[in-house]
């Protein structure tokens, strides 16, 4: 069974180390040849499968007590625990699979632990059959890196190179991947490389692996100061791990806009670079996808013109406007949408903010994109989102305050339009289960923070305590399991799902260029398309004419379509096309 050579670590702040391997002590040598990195002497102990092993650092004055390996693949007994030695080799059966580019793809987000009752990834497998059937192309993966306790939605991760034991492991989670190649879907995994979470993180004790500042979540990741060039090889060699080792197609950068990234190559870049590398040496294709509320073209701009080479970027200005349309809610960073007017421009020119003034943010926002140069499909939209849902006070969903013909249009929009759409697990049968935040940190201090820090942010956006679950209670990590004993509407809300994005493929409209979407409005109602197939759209509570008729393709109600405008119902959309 393939594992590394010997046993090395990064600790440019220890004056010795030492290495125990289960309950034997070992005194590790520094490498001279690597600044900052100490090594196990392989003629006496060298790494096996399945070894527990935890090292222990002298700073001039004591010794640490045993810690994990920054680097560690696997921590069975928890982030506070030994690591554990893994195999690297897998007997896959995925060697028919070539990938898919992001051009046409439908993305489905889940989170591992409320996904199915199993809450591992053998259940998500058990449910890759269904995904087909909706006719989803991939599925994205909220991340999976280890976290305090058993409970977390995976942005509180410490150890970037190891795989969540609950959740099965590293092994179960190349089952997963090989299964869902083996059924025609690509895996994205979520990664979160702008902070460390607080139960667990020993790095700090290693070395600068964080510099002065905080993000909101965490300490900065020090991507630009002294001794960063490990620190960005730790991300890349993690990067590398999960597209090659792994199979992984494709990697969702968390929160990007919190990068310290200040050097003349950025990581970005350089993790577009590994991903093209390992592109190339196995021919499927590996797809990076930036999140940013930055509005700022350079993340998916080719690098010959200053740009990062992202493969795409979540866009939330799409959502904030079909939100605040069909939801009536302006609060927050709301206030600078709920029109027509606005919804019509930002499908035309894939940004809300070019460079105009937010009221929200108090100062101009954003940039242009080139719509010449950047794929409309490089854009990444949705109804809802693990942040859309969890960061309201109670983590409601969509489906559980608005009618399903609402619920409806909002799909329409999205899966319409020529941007890659991307469902939130359970939208498509209008789950009524809420997704609310929620942790179970090993430390009963950090808890209450994290339980003060909830309260205290919902209030400032107008909400009471009183209705913010204890993040930190087991009861509201259950409240977010999906329950899949679905009834009669819910099912008609898959099935419009199901049809939609049979629509959307048949008539290929995840289309090149942004220009050629022609959008037009009226005071209540939208319509959007081409010469072939067009959307119209009713954002009000009243009947509206629509002047676009033709031939009814579908819809979720029942519209009065003619030969030049079609007549919507209350909150309806059809899709039409137009007469020869």
């Not at 968390?254 to 590994?274: K, N, P």
Request: glycine share 10%; charged share 20%; proline share 6%.
């Amino acid at each position: 069974m393939s594992t590394p050579a010997r046993f090395e670590i990064w600790a440019p702040y220890a004056h010795r180390a030492q290495l125990a391997v289960d309950g034997a002590d070992y005194t590790m040598l520094r490498d001279e040849a690597r600044e900052g990195w100490w090594y196990a002497d392989p003629a006496l102990i060298t790494p096996a499968a399945g070894q527990r092993y935890c090292y222990r650092l002298f700073d001039g004055t004591d010794w640490s007590k045993p810690l994990p390996d920054p680097r560690t693949r696997a921590q069975p007994e928890g982030v506070h625990g030994p690591s554990e030695v893994v195999a690297t080799n897998f007997e896959w059966g995925d060697a028919a699979w070539r990938g898919r580019q992001l051009r046409g793809q439908v993305i489905y987000e889940l989170h591992v632990g409320t996904f199915t009752p199993a809450g591992t990834f053998a259940g998500v497998a058990e449910k890759l059959g269904y995904l087909a059937s909706l006719g989803v192309t991939a599925i994205e993966i909220m991340p999976v890196q280890p976290f305090g306790g058993t409970r977390n939605w995976g942005y509180d991760g410490v150890d970037w190179f190891a795989v969540q034991h609950s959740y099965g492991g590293p092994v179960e989670l190349k089952k997963l991947v090989d299964a869902a190649h083996r059924a025609g879907l690509s895996v994205f995994l979520d990664v979160v490389y702008n902070h460390f979470g607080p139960d667990g993180n020993y790095n700090g004790l290693f070395g600068p692996y964080t510099t002065a500042g905080n993000t909101g979540w965490g300490d900065v990741i020090n991507l630009s100061g002294p001794g960063s060039d490990e620190v960005r090889s730790y991300i890349l060699d993690a990067v590398r791990q999960w597209l090659d080792e792994f199979h992984i197609d494709g990697l969702r950068l968390d929160a990007i806009h919190s990068y310290d990234d200040r050097l003349a190559y950025s990581i970005m870049e350089e993790i577009r670079a590994v991903a093209d590398d390992v592109a190339a040496g196995t021919g499927v294709p590996r797809i990076i996808i930036g999140e940013s509320d930055l509005n700022d073209p350079r993340i998916i701009n080719d690098e010959s013109v200053g740009g990062y080479g992202l493969s795409a970027q979540w866009v939330d200005d799409i959502h904030h406007c079909i939100h605040t349309l069909v939801s009536g809610e302006r609060g927050a960073y709301y206030v600078d949408y709920g029109t027509i007017e606005i919804l019509a421009y930002t499908l035309a020119h894939g940004y809300r903010f070019r460079g105009g003034y937010s009221q929200y943010r108090k100062r101009h926002h954003g940039r242009p994109l080139d719509l010449a140069a950047v794929p409309a499909w490089r854009l990444i939209t949705y109804t809802t989102t693990h942040d859309q849902t969890g960061n309201r006070a109670k983590g409601d969903r969509p489906s559980q305050n608005l009618t399903p013909t609402q619920l409806a249009l909002k799909a329409a929009v999205v899966l319409f339009s020529p941007f890659t759409p991307m469902l939130f697990m359970g939208e498509e049968f209008a789950a009524r289960t809420p997704f609310p935040f929620f942790v179970s940190h090993t430390n009963d201090e950090l808890n209450r923070l994290t339980r003060q820090g909830r309260f205290d942010e919902f209030a400032r956006l107008g909400w009471r305590p009183e209705d913010v679950p204890d993040p930190a209670e087991a009861a509201t990590f259950e409240s977010a399991r999906l329950v899949w004993d679905v009834d009669e509407t819910q099912d008609e809300i898959f099935e419009t799902y199901q049809a939609l994005i049979g629509l959307r493929e048949q008539y290929g409209l995840a289309r090149e260029d942004l220009r050629e979407l022609r959008v037009e409005h009226g005071a209540q109602w939208l319509t959007m398309g081409y010469d072939d197939i067009v959307l119209a759209a009713n954002f009000s509570g009243d009947t509206v004419r629509v002047p676009v008729g033709g031939t009814l393709v579908y819809s979720f109600g029942d519209p009065q379509v003619g030969a030049e405008s079609t007549t919507l119902g209350p909150w309806e959309f059809a899709i039409l096309a137009p007469a020869a």
